[in-house]
Structure formats: C-alpha cells, structure tokens
C-alpha cells in the first residue's frame, strides 16, 4: 500500500488525528506528515503494532501521548512530554525533545538524538516484559529520571566531556536504572538515588539498547560499547517507608 | 529514660454470664485482640480498634467496648491526642499517618443550614402522585441551541452537544481506588451503580477485568502516579477524571505502602510485587492552568472526543478562581473535594488542618462560576463529609450538580469508622488484600446494601424536594432561597448566600 501523505500545513490537530486514526483504521501502513508545525496530540492513543508514521516539523506537546504500538520518527525537535504514558511502540527523534519526554511512560522506546529537558523520563515504570527505554544522545537538563518506578534511562552525552552537568538526577527513585556516559558527580544524585559500579554484564544487557539507538541515527556503535558508564538505581525500593509513623 | 505507654484507647470486657464461648470474637479479630488459653477468652484490650467486627457477630451481646477508660488530667488545650501525639513524635521524630477524614471537631456547616418547605401557599407535591425529576446530566451546557426546520416542518437540533453523563439521581460513589479497598468492596459498589442507575469512581489503580462488566457505570480515573493508564482503561470508563488533588491531604500525594500490592493490584495498577506506588504531588505534566488544559484536551484526542473529562481538586482557599480556570478548559466537571472527605492514610496534619469544608466551597464555586457567565461550561460535583440525604439536598441548593460520596458507601458495606485502614488488617474485608478478610465481603449482598443506600437518600431527597413544592432537581440547585442560616456568622453567610432564619 502507498504511504499516505499529508500535508498538515495550517491544520488543527483534531482533524489530523482523525485522518491518521481511519487511514490506520483502512490499514494503511505508512503515514508521512509534512509542514507540522506545533500540532498537539499527534498519534495520542493511536494502536498499531505495524505503522509508521513519520513526521516532518516540529510537533507540539504530549506527541504520542498513550500511543500503543505504532512508530513515529520526527524530523524536528519536539515539545513538552513526548511519549507521556507511552504504553508501546517506539518514537525516533531527529533533534531534542522538551521538558518531561518520557513521562510515566510504561513500555517502548523513545530515542532522542540530541537533548532533553528537565524531568526527563520522570515516573517511568515497568511491569512484566514492560520494560520502557529512554535514550538520549545528547544531554539531559536537571531532575533525569524523577520518581522513576522502572524502566531504563540512558544518556550517551555524544561530544560533550561530561554526559550530564544538571541535579537531581533520580531524586526518588525507587525502580529502573539511569544509565549514563561517564562519571556522574555525586552531588548531582537527588535524593533517594545511588551510583552503582557499571559492570561487564550491565554493559552487556544494554549493547543492543545502545546500537540500536545508534542505528536509528547513523552513528558508529563503536565507542559506546567500549567506555566506562556510571549507573544510577534506587537506594531502597521504599524511598518513603522511613518517613512516617502511624496514630 | 522510657516514656513508658500511654492508656488504652478502648477497653473490651465480655459479660462471662452471656458468652457461651462460640468463639465467634476470636475468628473475627484480625487485630488479635482475642486468644484462647486454657479454654478462656483472653482479652488484650490494646490491640482494639473500635471496628465493632467482634461486637457485630456476637450472638449474646456479650462484649461491651469502651472508649478512654483511663483518664487523663483534663485540659481544654491540652487535649488527649495533643499529649499523645507530642509523645508519638518525641519517640520517632516521624510524620504521624492517620487513617479516615478529619477528625477535629470544626463546626459543620450543613449542620447550620436548614431546608425549606411549603405551607399554605404553593402547596407541596407528593412524590407518590407526582413525577420527581431527578435526572442530572452532568457535562458541558450549550450557551444556546439552534434547530433546523425541513420542507416537512420535522425540527432537527443543529448544536452539536457535548457527551453528557446521565445520572438517575444525583449521587455517585467517589473514587476509592483497588489496592486501597478490596476487589470484593470495589466489585460491590461498581454493581451497585449500575443498580442504581448512577456511576462509580475506579480511583487511581487501573481497571480489575472483574469490574469490566460494569464498565459503563464507571468513572476512570488519571491521577499523577498514572497508574493502570493505558488506551483501553481510558476507553473504559463512561468518563475521565483527572485527580490533582484530594480533600483529605491537598497538596500532597498518594502513597500505597509496598504491602498492599499484592499480585493483583501489582497487575492492575501494573508496577511490579511488593513495591511501593508513589503519586507525586503534582501531574509533572501540569505545571500551570494551560498545562491542565492541554492534559483534558490531550485525553479527549486519546479518546477521540466522546468522553466528559473531569478535574478533582481539593477544597482550598482559591477554589472557585481554581474552578473558573479549569470551566474554561475543555473539562466537563469540575469535582470540588471538602476537607472532610475521607482517605485510606494521610499525614494528621494535612488531614486535621489544610483545606476548607465542602459547603463553603461549592458554594464560592457555584457563585464564581455564576458572575463569570461560564456556569453552564461545566458541572459541579460536590464530595468529601456528606453523611445523608439532608447533606446531599443542601450540597445541591449551593449549587453543586450532584455529588460523590465515599465513606457513606463503606459504612453501608459494614465499615464503622475505625480509621485503620491504612494497617490493611480491616476486619470487614474494605481496606485490605487479605483473602481470608476480602471473602468477608459477597459483592451480591454488599452491592444490594449500597444499593439501598442510595435508593433511601433518593427517595428522601425526593419527599425533601416535593415539600419544598419543587419537581425538578434543577429547581434546587443553586436555589439558596431554599436554604436557611441557622448560627452561622455574617462572613460566612456571605459566602453561602443565603440569609438567616427568620429572614
């Protein structure tokens, strides 16, 4: 089947979901959308475990917010809380993401080629085979995997001397791990999150995470799975258990 | 240095004459109050909580339960639970959790309101002869309706309306979420609205497959821990709530502790066994009211427009400008929660001492809403300390479109006000995960008591609003003409609006 291409110039985001939901409804495989230019809402709640979908622009916030299923790769950057609540499906994107990618996202994968941020992947979690990925290429801005419950997050920091430069990075924490390029000043941890030492089989069981992200974007895989990385978890799985007394 | 204990909060005795050692005391205490030894009920009196399970199955009457049997000095300021508390904290420097709403005695209001009714003049109705409309529809209200008329004079309405809920009286269960209660209590109010005709709120934890066939009558709820939330929860529900706060702890989060996520509520809510479900305070995603915006239109693009979505919000100072901001979002209904709503466990402090009460609340809401001209933009649901038919007519004439209830659903499935429910022991199978204690509850039977429920506060609400010579809810909501000030100060009949009796 032909991709179907629209032109979303001028358009609001109701009617381009619409056409998006009964091409994919009709079983169209491919949608190409060209001229975004700041349309919400883009693929929210879209199944399909076979469609792709690629995007030419700069979508607007919540980008496929609860998308299950489908592929979206963005030619542009991105707005506020692309892939929030992603249940499935993966989203590519050719430049940075805003604030919040990733939010309490529950399976899938969202790679981004450049930056990200503040709150990057906050309150992720998994369950199960569920287990959702966040991988930047660049930098992150402060409060990286925030509340995570689960799931990776991890920051390769390509060109930069030191991956990730802003605080508070897994500030109750209390499931997953963040995964990043390097050494990670301790006092950049927020609070509830600990550096654990990176080992062979960590590095191992991400290889396919990191050459896949670089294959997405045309990178040598190389040196990424032959450097050190600092790996970030949860202190406790209760980070607020001590906090309380009963009555 | 000891600080040693403090007195019992209650003492139990059984009557040895009555007990005829049927054990029945013993099998139901899942606090472990009662023991066998040597063929003798032993009794540890500290363990009790005043849940009434071992009074309730007694067939002799035999066990007497008394609260405070010790007394301390008494001082107007120094009140019991102001020492005991003090020595909580002195022994582990913590933040005291509690269980159930507020639990100090702030006047109430609905307590200082009275009911109108006919005399003489405009006779009454009787709700026996004459139709009581009691339908709400709760959603947006076109501002105005346009019709077409075809070459056969047939008249089509032109308007596009906005998805209504339709409610056949105006009372739904509020949002208490599978984790917090057991499936078995959840099961029973889910059935009961579809009983009734009415809905009920998932809470925060996901969908469990066995509430799946009363799905229709359910409000799905997404609050900031976004657990269980996927694309078919969200198509689910008849409606959408978007939590961001709760009367009985605003602006604060939601916690269930790790032992309450038992295999099932792990697979409901989707996050693994045993780990704790942390609800930040904010939706990281809504920063601002344009963010709350973009979340409503985000879940009506998710669910292609054909679901209301509504905004809870904690009862607070700035509630009806609050109120006013989010009627002018996409929502549907905003859902106002009173301080003295009802809560699995929350900090007494935030529980005892932040928020406002429901009264005061709904009615600068409805008022707010009025003066800007964008009443009609969204509904008006009242919840948090409404204990009967009378609470639920006044809530109505300050202007709320219906109303949740919660712990008056609980009682009605045998809850007695204990404010344990954060230990996940209750002996009434409610707010726990203990099969044993779940199987306490038949959904058939709990369902019929919820059920009953709400048909005796319609039809109370019914004979109230007939004697008022009123047939139609919409005659009554927002009428504070119907509404009397019985004690209350000029300052707060000011918010209320309404006058004093005799006036």
Known sequence: ?247 | MSLGSVPLKYKISIDRDQCMKCMRCVDNCSYGVYRIEDDKIIIDSRKCTACHRCISMCPRDAITLQERPVDYRSHPLWTVEAREDVINQARTGKIILAGMGNAVDYPIIFDRLVLDACQVTNPSIDPLREPMELRTYLGKKPSKIEFTRDDKGDIDLKTELTPNLKLDTPLMIGHMSYGAISLNAQLSIAKAAKKSGTFMGTGEGGMHEAIYPYQDHSIVQIASGRFGVNIDYLERGAAIEIKVGQGAKPGIGGHLPGEKVCTDVSCTRMIPLGSDAISPAPHHDIYSIEDLAQLVRSLKEATEWKKPVFVKIAAVHNVAAIAAGIARSDADAVVIDGFKGGTGAAPKVFRDSVGMPIEAAVAAVDQKLNDQGIRNEVSVIASGGIRNSGDLAKSIALGADAVYIGTASLIALGCRVCGNCYRGLCPWGIATQREDLVDRIDPEVGSEHVANLIQGWTLELSELMGAAGLNSIESLRGNRSRLRSYMLDEGLMDVLQVDSVGA
């Open chain 1, 1 to 247: 089947m032909e991709p179907l291409v629209i032109d979303a110039k001028g358009m609001h985001y109701t009617p381009l979901n619409k056409k998006i939901r009964s091409a994919v409804a009709l079983g169209v495989k491919e949608i190409v959308i060209n001229n975004v230019r700041g349309q919400r809402f883009i693929a929210n709640g879209l199944r399909g475990h076979d469609v792709k979908i690629t995007i030419n622009g700069v979508p607007g916030g919540d980008l496929c917010m609860f998308m299950s299923g489908p592929e979206c790769v963005v030619y542009g950057n991105t707005d506020h809380a692309s892939g929030n609540t992603m249940d499935s499906g993966t989203l590519v994107i050719h430049g940075s993401g805003g604030d919040a990618v990733a939010h309490s996202m529950r399976g899938g994968k969202v790679f981004v080629r450049d930056n990200i941020g503040y709150r990057g992947g906050i309150h992720m979690k998994q369950y199960g085979l569920k287990r959702p990925i966040l991988a930047v290429g660049g930098t992150s801005h402060s409060f990286l995997g925030e509340y995570m419950a689960g799931g990776i997050v991890l920051v390769l920091g390509i060109g930069r001397e030191v991956s990730v430069q802003d605080r508070g990075i897994g500030s109750g924490i209390h499931g997953g791990e963040i995964v990043i390029r390097g050494d990670v000043d301790e006092k950049l941890l927020g609070v509830g999150a600990k550096k654990v030492d990176f080992t062979e089989e960590d590095l191992e069981r991400l290889s396919p995470v990191i050459k896949e992200f670089c294959e997405k974007f045309d990178i040598d895989p190389t040196p990424f799975l032959d450097t050190n990385y600092s790996r970030i978890v949860p202190a406790s799985s209760r980070p607020f258990a001590g906090k309380y007394t009963w009555e």
